[in-house]
């Protein structure tokens, strides 16, 4: 049994240190993205706890912290604003009816995530190429750079011209803005400094506390958690132990009309939530020299979001930020996930009055020495060593990242490099040409045969002028999909159609399958060798399942 828990919690002390340091640091960031969503702060907390919860647990990947993230709270806040409209339209008016809108939304949300964990699309992470990776991690240290400038304000409700009430921002001046920039620099001095001296403390940690105990002891007068979730709007961190929230099942119209609303929210939220979880895994695998599970953290984040929703929170998934704090904190295993749950939920039970004496200083603090020690430093080194194109996708997924959203970002980078992909090894198409004793026209052909490179290996063919017998030869070529394959038969229709025999040779077993399939006649075109490629297409699979000697014809 002792063995067992060795090998479960083998770094025991550092998780535990880095977990508590994470849930301090987790606060105002989840506080801050309730305010964006604008959902009770508790919700959001609430939502943290159990999905950070289960997917230390259950998730693929060890290390990873994940919680109520602000790339998945910004799709749900026109959804809010809308579903509490639709609830006062409703023959009983219902008041915050959104709320609830939001609970369902975020169950649909983990159960879209869990059937992408089941049928495997976690694997797809491995598509990502590294340019796009590091245009991630780039885009991702900005926008929380950004998000940690802001805490530099203070936010006060006003009533608009149209009678509206909205937060307006204004930014600190004079003493207090210079005491906030000393305290950071403060704890940033702590982290940097102290791992130099001894690697006994947790650097984060040790940070934090210091710069509290003097914002304390000298009682100064500066932004801490307490005063920034009033400013929110919010009444303070104590809350309840989170329970299955029933007023979900009786208040909420379970029909086509709801499934409708919440539908395309849930599936964005779902895909936003994956792909940040999935690329952050990525970012420890290499942070740790490991490597976890996509489709399991996949079904682990539906699993979060599922209860989470039940039980009125908000939905989330894997954070940078706080992965990043962990791992730099010497988090490595389950139980810094597992500690950083429980001690977020303790600081909402019990310790409320503590936390919201925390400086957000001190914390800004921690978070900006994760934005250095996060943010590729070497991409501006590389950018005029690595291919213009790779320069291109780089920069580009970073600037989308800030300003527009993270999955549109990682789509467009892996669009733009399958592209350049594609098009590079379109030109390696080749053809070497020469004419045998007898006469036959022998065409050798070298390179990738797929879509792209279709028109090129068409261009290398005269059917008019060949001679009466012709052969191909794809020994050194390779059929990828089934635009290579529609390309074959044309042009055997085309030498057949002058009336030129024309023969093939080398194609693979799976090849000549699908050309079989498609007309009988190939199986007097194609020339079988003893030496033909054992390659298979990777289009569809399923298409040829046996061996070649099993299918009859």
Known sequence: MTEFIRKIVPNAKDDVLAGITVSLAMIPEVVAFAFVAQIDPLMALSGAFIIGL??????????????????????????????????MLMDTPIENMGFFYLMACVVLMGIIQIFAGVFKLGRFVRLIPHPVMMGFVNGLSIVIFMAQVKMFSHKSLKVSDAGVNEYVSTYMQGSELYTMIGLVLLTMGIIWGLPKITKKLPAALTAILVTSLIVIGFNMDVSTVGSYIVEGGGTGLKGEFPTPNMELWEKLPFNLDTLKFIALPAFLAASVGLIESLMTMNLVDELTETRGNGNRECVAQGAGNIVSGLFGGTGGCGMIGQTVININAGGRGRLSGIMMAVTLLSFILFADKLIEMVPIAALVGVMFMMVVETFAWSSFRILKKIPMSDAVVLITVSLVTVFVDLAVAVFIGVI????????????????????????????????????GSIQAFNEKFDV?????????????????????????????EKYESEGKQIRLKHLSDDCKVLLYKSSPKFREVVVEAIDDPRYHLAANPEDFPKPLSEYKF
């Open 54 to 87: 289960i997917t230390a647990i259950f998730g693929g990947r060890p290390g990873l912290i994940s919680g109520a993230a602000g790339a998945v709270a910004v799709i749900f806040v026109s959804m809010i604003a809308d579903g509490h409209t639709k609830g």
């Open 416 to 451: 733009i490099s399958a592209l350049v992909f594609a098009w590079e090894n379109a030109k390696k198409i080749r053809a070497r040409k020469r004419i045998r004793e007898d006469g036959t026209k022998v065409y050798e052909i070298w390179g990738p045969l797929f879509f």
């Open 464 to 492: 008019k002028n060949d001679p009466e017998k012709v052969e191909i030869d794809f020994v050194e070529s390779r059929i990828s999909d089934h635009s290579a394959l529609e390309a074959i038969f044309n042009l055997v």
